[in-house]
Antibody
Framework: EVQLVESGGGAVQPGGSLRLSCVAS????????MHWVRQVPGKGPVWVSR????????NYADSVKGRFAISRDNIKNTLYLQMNSLRAEDTAVYYC??????????????WGQGTLVTVSS | QTVVTQEPSLTVSPGGTVILTCASS?????????PNWFQQKPGQAPRALIY???NRHSWTPARFSGSLLGGKAALTLSGVQPEDEAEYFC??????????FGGGTRLTVL
């Protein structure tokens, strides 16, 4: 069974930093593109970032480019999102999601349950 | 910045058929946009329904089907069930390296 468990969310002041983690199990982690998606309660999801299986290719939404960094540890089966220079508009539930087996970074098949990030003074 | 547009809300009777659409501000949606569809119920994470335009996941009921219709991606629900009442989001891969969700369609089964 595919499982994705996010952690690391919490409250932080504007300008601060957080690192989110997503521990994956139930599938060959290093073979899959992985994504971070965020969602403000009551609003639609917003794609944040993606990384390929070996971590050599990454992409970011324009709204987080230069502030967030996605990475992965294929030994620990863990996906990360380092978030710096946080703003109030970054407040959301952050989900990690797994791409299709054999996919190329265009699909979200399995989702975690999310971790809440609140940026406020 | 690509904008993806969906109907804000639709209402359908149980057993009926409804079509949800997904349009791109950059022009006609094609298979190259890898359209995905998701269902989300209150308090839950989104659940994947359709990928790459018209492919169901193993858990997706056959009453859900994806297609391209009039330059848009479309999700057709046939024989709607009460449990299909939910928010539905589409996702498109825009030119370059961005993935963009639509604003969602709130489907009411009444």
């Amino acid at each position: 069974e595919v499982q994705l468990v996010e952690s690391g969310g919490g409250a932080v002041q504007p300008g601060g930093s957080l690192r989110l983690s997503c521990v994956a199990s139930g599938f060959p982690f290093s073979s899959h593109w992985m994504h971070w998606v965020r969602q403000v309660p009551g609003k639609g999801p917003v794609w944040v970032s993606r990384v390929n299986g070996d971590g050599s290719s990454t992409n970011y939404a324009d709204s987080v480019k230069g502030r967030f960094a996605i990475s992965r540890d294929n030994i620990k089966n863990t996906l990360y999102l380092q978030m710096n220079s946080l703003r109030a508009e970054d407040t959301a539930v952050y989900y990690c999601a797994r791409d299709l087996t054999g996919g190329s970074g265009h699909h979200f098949v399995f989702w975690g349950q999310g971790t809440l990030v609140t940026v406020s003074s | 910045q690509t904008v993806v547009t969906q109907e804000p809300s639709l209402t359908v009777s149980p057993g009926g058929t409804v079509i949800l659409t997904c349009a791109s501000s950059t022009g006609a949606v094609t298979r190259g946009y890898y359209p995905n569809w998701f269902q989300q119920k209150p308090g839950q994470a989104p659940r994947a329904l359709i990928y790459s335009t018209d492919n169901r996941h193993s858990w997706t009921p056959a009453r859900f089907s994806g297609s391209l219709l009039g330059g848009k991606a479309a999700l057709t629900l046939s024989g709607v069930q009460p449990e299909d009442e939910a928010e539905y989001f589409c996702l498109l891969s825009s030119a370059g390296d961005q993935l963009v969700f639509g604003g969602g369609t709130r489907l009411t089964v009444l």
